[in-house]
Nanobody, 129 residues
């Protein structure tokens, strides 16, 4: 049974950095699409970054603009998101998500926010301006 557990959220001042982690069970890195999505109050959920084949391929939402980095460690069954130069606009609940998929699936759906089968409980990131 796939299980995703996020950790590492918290509060930070604008311009600061924060990392979040997602421990995954029953997920095969080579054949899963996985990623980080976020949802702020009153806003739709959006894709932050996604990854396929253990990190060989990645995708970032336009708003990231080089500030964030997604990575995965198959040995630790973990997915990470490193966030730099945070702004108040980055305040949201951050979710880890995963779905068994093919390369073709990933190419066509890497930017979709409602495609994943498995979700973590979320971790809150709050950026004070």
């Amino acid at each position: 049974q796939v299980n995703l557990v996020e950790s590492g959220g918290g509060s930070v001042q604008a311009g600061g950095s924060l990392s979040v982690s997602c421990e995954m069970s029953a997920v095969t890195f080579r054949t899963y699409c996985m990623g980080w999505l976020r949802q702020a109050p009153g806003k739709e959920r959006e894709v932050v970054a996604t990854l396929y084949a253990g990190g060989r391929f990645s995708y970032y939402g336009d708003f990231v603009k080089g500030r964030f980095s997604i990575s995965g460690d198959s040995a630790k069954n973990s997915l990470y998101l490193k966030m730099n130069n945070l702004t108040s606009e980055d305040t949201a609940m951050y979710y880890c998500a995963a779905k068994s998929c093919s390369w073709t699936d990933y190419q066509g759906k890497r930017g979709l926010s409602d495609w994943y089968d498995h979700w973590g409980q979320g971790t809150q990131v709050t950026v004070a301006s």
